[in-house]
């Protein structure tokens, strides 16, 4: 099973949002983050994994952009 999570840092804090499951989580840290979704990943799936089954946890940075100003034309 892979399960892949759109990752952002917004004023030095990172949150995370798992695609195609209702999974979020925050960290201090880009390494918090990632622990932090790694525990709320097995916690999401606790009743539904096999023993024997696997859990690939995959990552994807975005860039905030912000509009910090307008201008008319010349």
Not at 16 to 25: D, L, Q, V
Not at 30 to 49: G, T
Request: proline share 1%; aromatic share 10%; net charge negative.
């Amino acid at each position: 099973m892979l399960v892949l999570f759109e990752t952002t840092c917004e004023d030095g804090y990172w949150s995370a949002c798992a695609i195609g499951f209702s999974i979020f989580t925050d960290g201090e840290t880009f390494e918090e983050l990632l622990k932090n979704i790694e525990e709320a990943v097995l916690l999401y799936f606790e009743d539904e994994i096999k023993p024997d089954e696997q859990i690939t946890i995959e990552t994807r940075t975005t860039n905030q952009v912000h509009n910090i100003a307008t201008s008319s034309g010349c």
